[in-house]
């Protein structure tokens, strides 16, 4: 059974930055594709960002510029980093795998991050 433990949200101010990681209990070297997505109040779950086993990463258009995904295959570790943070960023922030294509997705618990003045 794949976990995954988010942890680095809190609160931050506008144009602020903060860095989320994200634990996996396997190895994801070979992963099909570890992720960022989000989910604001009333809104529906996005995906945030997507980085994959050839290396690609691929960004939605909200975050483009701003945010930066990126694996570190030795610790097993998802990270995002978030700068230039909005108010419309606030949001619960869940880390993502699939092991194979057309795999199972594993979900992390989530972390809060709430951007404000």
């Known amino acids: 059974q794949v976990q995954l433990v988010e942890s680095g949200g809190g609160l931050v101010q506008p144009g602020g930055s903060l860095r989320l990681s994200c634990a996996a209990s396997v190895n994801i070297f070979s992963t099909f594709k570890t992720a960022w997505y989000r989910q604001a109040p009333g809104k529906q779950r996005e995906w945030v960002a997507i980085?994959?086993?050839?290396?690609?990463?691929e960004y939605a258009d909200s975050v483009k510029g701003r945010f930066t995904i990126s694996r570190d295959n030795a610790k097993n570790t998802v990270d995002l980093q978030m700068n230039s943070l909005k108010p419309e960023d606030t949001a619960v922030y869940y880390c993502n795998l699939r092991q194979s294509f057309g795999g199972v997705d594993y979900w992390g618990q989530g972390t809060q991050v709430t951007v404000s003045s």
């Open positions: 980085t994959t086993n050839l290396g690609s990463t």
